[in-house]
């Protein structure tokens, strides 16, 4: 299993990203996948998640409304649009897969939010 994030970066308050996670290794279409993220000096964060059977979506209450997760199954790859970003989003953002309990991880994508 492998799961590479792109995508993050530095942008300025109120601004907008869009993470994207290629996964390869096992059959993407077949799993919920989630967004997880860890800010300096903290734990790991739940952000968001996408089943695999409806394509429902579910997310934290500190990013509802201004992220999005979205799949496509067809290119093996897991998204995450960020609008109206805050400094306090400022973190390693993660993709994951489930199986039972979170049980594949990428290397991490770094989004700085500052002015």
């Known amino acids: 299993v492998q799961l590479v994030e792109s995508g993050g970066g530095m942008v300025q308050p109120g601004g907008s990203l869009r993470l994207s996670c290629i996964a390869s290794?096992?059959?993407?279409?077949?799993?919920?996948m989630s967004w997880v993220r860890q800010a300096p000096g903290k734990g790991p964060q739940w952000i968001s998640t996408?089943?695999?059977?409806?394509?429902?979506?579910y997310y934290a209450d500190s990013v509802k409304g201004r992220f999005t997760i979205s799949r496509d199954n067809a290119k093996n790859t897991l998204y995450l649009q960020m609008n109206s970003l805050k400094p306090e989003d400022t973190a390693l953002y993660y993709c994951?897969?489930?199986?039972?309990?979170?049980?594949?991880w990428g290397q991490g994508t770094l989004v700085t939010v500052s002015s």
């Open positions: 290794g096992f059959t993407f279409s077949n799993y919920a």
């Open positions: 996408i089943k695999s059977s409806d394509g429902s979506t």
């Open positions: 994951a897969k489930w199986g039972d309990t979170l049980d594949a």
